[in-house]
């Protein structure tokens, strides 16, 4: 089955212990982004990869951390959280983000992130 | 700067009626408009898009309508049922540096349809 994993679902920290969210994908996508969602804001970008060892910020890139060491990995690194990144956090993947395929962007569960 | 935006964070209609779902853009750029629809405690999946060359395009009960002279884009869905209980984010693509795309999205707006 197509899809993307996130893990854990649901973390509780405390301020200044470092995280990581992994995610990953079984469609050989090229394409592979971090969100969070958060009341009255929406979907925000964190940090997006358009391959292996490529990756930008997005557009709240501040406080996070990303690598893509292989096609199918994207995890999310949080080196010394704080309460203002509790929120919920979505991974996607698509195809091509040049060609028009992020209509089938592909999205993971969430991980509902709260920081102490 | 919220370049999408959707003015109503929700919206209640009678199963059967008509749902009419708004979202605007203030970026000129933007070429490409998707909308997408969110259960709890799930992802995002995607429903309909549309093209800036288009002004319409349907899919069963879903139609989107995009006015560029506006920068307005509107997703109906008639007859409404109650599955269709959801928060709905409206986004657009356009390209930025590099000549990778970017999809920004809109705050939501919450669906409820009463039986």
């Known amino acids: 089955e197509a899809q993307v994993t996130q893990n854990p679902r649901y973390l509780i920290t405390v301020t200044g212990k470092k995280l990581t969210v992994t995610c990953s994908q079984n469609?050989?996508?090229?394409?592979m982004s971090w969100y969070r969602q958060d009341p009255g804001l929406g979907l925000r970008q964190i940090y997006y990869s358009m391959n292996v060892e490529v990756t930008d910020k997005g557009d709240v890139p501040e406080g996070y951390k990303v690598s893509r060491k292989e096609k199918r990995n994207f995890p999310l690194i949080l080196e010394s959280p704080s309460p203002n990144q509790t929120s919920l956090y979505f991974c996607?993947?698509?195809?091509?983000?040049?060609?028009?395929?992020?209509?089938?962007?592909?999205f993971g569960p969430g991980t509902r992130l709260t920081v102490l | 700067d919220q370049q999408v935006k959707q003015n109503s964070p929700s919206l209640s209609v009678q199963e059967g009626r008509i749902s009419i779902l708004n979202c605007d853009y203030t970026n000129s750029m933007f070429d490409y408009f998707l909308w997408y629809k969110k259960y709890p405690a799930e992802g995002p999946t995607f429903l309909i898009s549309i093209s800036s060359i288009k002004d319409k395009n349907e899919d069963g009960r879903f139609t989107v309508f995009l006015n560029k002279s506006a920068k307005h884009l509107s997703l109906h869905i008639v007859p409404s049922q109650p599955g269709d209980s959801a928060v709905y984010f409206c986004a657009a693509i356009g390209v930025i540096i590099q000549g990778a795309q970017k999809l920004v999205f809109g705050q939501g707006t919450r669906l409820t349809i009463n039986p």
């Open positions: 996607a993947s698509s195809p091509s983000i040049r060609g028009r395929s992020t209509d089938t962007q592909y």
């Open positions: 469609m050989n996508h090229e394409y």
